[in-house]
């Protein structure tokens, strides 16, 4: 093994710990099983093979995100990535997830947040499921605290627009079955 390669007990207890977290903020990224899968992976083995010496667990924590952040986007600007069609929207591995996580893949306010646009989506993702305040993701992002308050508001303002238009959707849609079924 070489010398600057982690303890498996360091990677048993980095991964034990913020895994799940990992693989929940690559899937809000990437919206793809597959995908998410194969950025957790390349970011623990980044981790494995980085010789950062960490503060304190949240100083990892940070790191994680960070690099699972950086990955997802290199993964969506790659080549390959812009000429594979993704065939996995559906994709059976979500019934691998937890009961909360399909829960959460269920819900159309998460559709919802899947459709914006990836700079706004990252914000929610971590203000509203991971619960960082606004200034930990400022710090995170390497930006302004206004930054990701106007970006949390313009994503807000969003998912209040699409989530009302989808509300009208349904109800057209129940007024459309209701006739029929009165007709009959």
Not at 115 to 123: D, F, K, N, Q, T
Not at 149 to 173: F, G, M, P, S, V
Request: hydrophobic residues 35%.
């Amino acid at each position: 093994m070489d010398e600057n390669c982690r303890s498996e007990s360091f990677m048993e207890r980095a991964m034990g710990a913020w895994g799940p977290m990992t693989y929940r903020l690559a899937l809000s990224q990437t919206r793809s099983t597959c995908d998410a899968d194969d950025v957790v992976q390349d970011v623990f083995l980044k981790l494995f093979k980085d010789n950062t010496c960490f503060r304190s667990d949240e100083h990892l924590k940070a790191w994680l995100i960070r690099v699972t952040i950086n990955r997802c986007r290199e993964l969506r600007r790659s080549a390959w990535r812009r000429r594979v069609f993704a065939t996995d929207s559906d994709d059976p591995a979500f019934t691998s997830l937890e009961a909360p996580e399909q829960e959460l893949f269920a819900n159309e306010t998460w559709a919802a947040v899947g459709r914006l646009p990836e700079h706004l989506r990252l914000i929610v993702h971590l203000h509203y499921y991971e619960g960082y305040s606004l200034e930990d993701i400022a710090r995170m992002l390497d930006c302004k605290p206004t930054t990701i308050r106007t970006r949390l508001h313009r994503a807000r303002k969003r998912l209040k627009l699409d989530l009302e238009q989808e509300a009208e959707r349904e109800a057209i849609e129940l007024g459309r079955v209701s006739l029929a079924d009165e007709r009959r």
